[in-house]
């Protein structure tokens, strides 16, 4: 076993706590490192999943939406992802971008779950949802782990059925 003196022990937080600190940090961003960034959207891998941050402030027309699907594409190289995509600075979406994202725009997507922050992007979602049926499971949530969780959970039941 271990003496008493903290410089003996393997991981000494009493002797380097800062570099403990910084070790998290570094993990932490490594998880989240962006694998593209566009105008207008921030996308990388999390446990399996497509993440998208959509910029603050957007508002997404029909262009905005087909060169955001066209990277996602361009990301999943032919192959089908569940997709985290956090529009919660996200200001409005016109009815082409809904219509595109709706159809096109959602090939290669087993699920869709949407984080939303203020009540104007939890409208949005919810109105997309409502009036554009989109053909993948889709869910709305106002936090991260549960968005998460959903898509982790239809993605088990996707693995069930093969």
């Known amino acids: ?49 497509l993440c998208c941050r959509y910029r603050k402030g957007l508002t997404i027309d029909h262009s905005t939406a087909v060169a955001v699907a066209r990277d996602r594409f361009r990301l999943q190289q032919g192959r089908p992802f569940a997709i985290f995509c956090d529009i919660s600075g996200v200001k409005g979406i016109d009815i082409n971008a809904r219509n595109y994202l709706a159809g096109e725009g959602s090939m290669l997507i087993n699920a869709v779950a949407f984080l939303v922050g203020p009540p104007l992007s939890h409208v949005i979602s919810a109105f997309y949802i409502k009036t554009n049926r989109p053909p993948v499971p889709t869910g709305v949530f106002m936090d991260k782990r549960e968005a998460m969780d959903f898509l982790i959970a239809i993605g088990n039941h996707m693995d069930e059925k093969t």
Request: aromatic share 14%; no cysteine; charged share 15%.
């Open 1 to 49: 076993m271990w003496g008493n003196n903290p410089d003996q022990l393997p991981w000494s937080f009493m002797a380097k706590p800062l570099n403990f600190i910084h070790l998290r940090v570094n993990t932490l961003q490594s998880v989240m490192r962006p694998l593209l960034e566009n105008d207008y959207a921030q996308y990388w891998m999390e446990q399996g999943i």
